[in-house]
């Protein structure tokens, strides 16, 4: 499947039409969430004698990454109008990450995530959206200016679950590539988000031959 993805000397290309790589901007679209997360590990979620709450997401952690290495970076993505996601997005802005990108749902609480690591390595997840605000960004909702100044487009697959949320990835990939961005995918399967194995395969491999990099492990 080599021949299917921009090879290095190509991508090297791509991101030096900018002006120096400090200029270079990455925009990661998706979910962020809080996570609850037990102080000891080795437990079920059951047995877990009190959890405290962290910022979670999978896209967001990378755009929070990105800024902490000293790099460009901006989300988009939907909150719940609470306390939660007004937390999550100061915590953006706390980080250097540019927010003009998020909306809040008014409708729809933020998203919520108990996890916990098991004795045998695995970590156990609980998810509590039902619909969360993620799930409901509406492609009108875009940031369309954010999405045409990236030049590093990088998103997951949980924001391809359900509708509206993916038409609007669609649409903000469709929007970044058509800019000139360089497309990243991390597919980060959840197996219990999805309807079933097979939906979740379908929907993770509707979009993979657009992807110029490929996060897998």
Known sequence: MAEDYAPCDSIN???NMKEGANDLLVVCFGEMLIDFVPPVCGLSLAEAPSFKTAPGGAPANVAVGIS???GSSAFIGKLGDDDF???LSDILKQNKVDNSGVRFDSTARTALAFITLRDDGEREFLFFRHPSADMLLQESELDVNLLEQARIFHYGSISLIS???RSSHIAAMRIAKKSGS?????PNLRLALWPSA???REGIMSIWDQ???IKVF
């Open 13 to 15: 290309d791509s991101l």
């Open 198 to 200: 097979e939906a979740a």
């Open 163 to 165: 509708e509206p949320c």
């Open 85 to 87: 996601g007004h937390m």
């Open 68 to 70: 902490r290495l000293g």
């Open 211 to 213: 992807a110029d990099v």
């Open 182 to 186: 360089i497309l990243s995918y991390d």
